[in-house]
T-cell receptor, first 113, second 115 residues
C-alpha cells in the first residue's frame, strides 16, 4: 500500500542555515505530494504541493521537487528563521480513487537565534 | 474570511461520557474529514464524508460517530466506547473526495483530555 517515510527529528539549526527535510514515498502510479506545517497548538497548514513528476512546489522560501525516479519529495529552504520552528509533515494522495491523505510521522524543526 | 472552524479548542471528558466536537466550513467544499493526532505521530483518518447524509469509516472509526446533515457541518462524537480518546482532533475539508490533486484544508483542532 501507499506509505510516506520522513527523517526523524528533531532537526536543530541556527538562524540562516540551510534546511533539508527528507521525505520518500511508496505508491503506485502518480500520487500527488504535499508538505504541511503545524505550529504549536494549531492545525495543519498547506505549505506546498506537487501533482506530477518534476513539478516543483514553492512557498515562503520553501521548495520541494517531485522526483519519481527516487520516489522523493525533500523539503528545502535556503535560510531558515526562528519563526520556521514547527513540525513539518509530508503527505501523499494516491493515484487510484483513494480519498486518503497518507501522512509521514512529522519532523520537528527548531531554529535557534 | 473562508475557512474551517472547530470548537471547543480544549475539551475535558470524564470516563463514560460522550462528547461532541464541532466542525464548520464556509469553503463550499463537498468533502469533509476527521483525523486524530497523537504525540509524535502522523494523522490517522477517523471518518470522512463526500456529500450530505453520506459518510464512511476511516482507519480508526471504532468508538466514534459522525453526522452530515448540512454541507458546512460535520460534527464528531467521541463515545464512551473509545478506550483511549485523549488526543488532538483535526477536521479538514476539500473540494471533492475523488480529486487526486485537491488540497485538504485543516481547522485549528480540538484537544480532548479524559480526566
Amino acid at each position: 500500500g501507499n506509505s510516506v517515510t520522513q527523517m526523524e527529528g528533531p532537526v536543530t539549526l541556527s538562524e540562516e542555515a540551510f534546511l533539508t527535510i527528507n521525505c520518500t514515498y511508496t505508491a503506485t502510479g502518480y500520487p500527488s505530494l504535499f508538505w504541511y506545517v503545524q505550529y504549536p497548538g494549531e492545525g495543519l497548514q498547506l505549505l506546498l504541493k506537487a501533482t506530477k513528476a518534476d513539478d516543483k512546489g514553492s512557498n515562503k522560501g520553501f521548495e520541494a521537487t517531485y522526483r519519481k525516479e527516487t520516489t522523493s519529495f525533500h523539503l528545502e529552504k535556503g535560510s531558515v528563521q526562528v519563526s520556521d520552528s514547527a513540525v513539518y509533515f509530508c503527505a501523499l494522495r494516491g493515484w487510484d480513487s483513494s480519498y486518503k491523505l497518507i501522512f509521514g510521522s512529522g519532523t520537528r524543526l527548531l531554529v535557534r537565534p | 474570511d473562508g475557512g474551517i472552524t472547530q470548537s471547543p479548542k480544549y475539551l475535558f471528558r470524564k470516563e463514560g461520557q460522550n462528547v461532541t466536537l464541532s466542525c464548520e466550513q464556509n469553503l463550499n467544499h463537498d468533502a469533509m474529514y476527521w483525523y486524530r493526532q497523537d504525540p509524535g505521530q502522523g494523522l490517522r483518518l477517523i471518518y470522512y464524508s463526500q456529500i450530505v447524509n453520506d459518510f464512511q469509516k476511516g482507519d480508526i472509526a471504532e468508538g466514534y460517530s459522525v453526522s452530515r446533515e448540512k454541507k458546512e457541518s460535520f460534527p464528531l462524537t467521541v463515545t464512551s466506547a473509545q478506550k483511549n480518546p485523549t488526543a488532538f482532533y483535526l477536521c479538514a475539508s476539500s473540494i471533492s473526495l475523488a480529486g487526486r490533486t485537491d488540497t485538504q484544508y485543516f481547522g485549528p483542532g480540538t484537544r480532548l483530555t479524559v480526566l
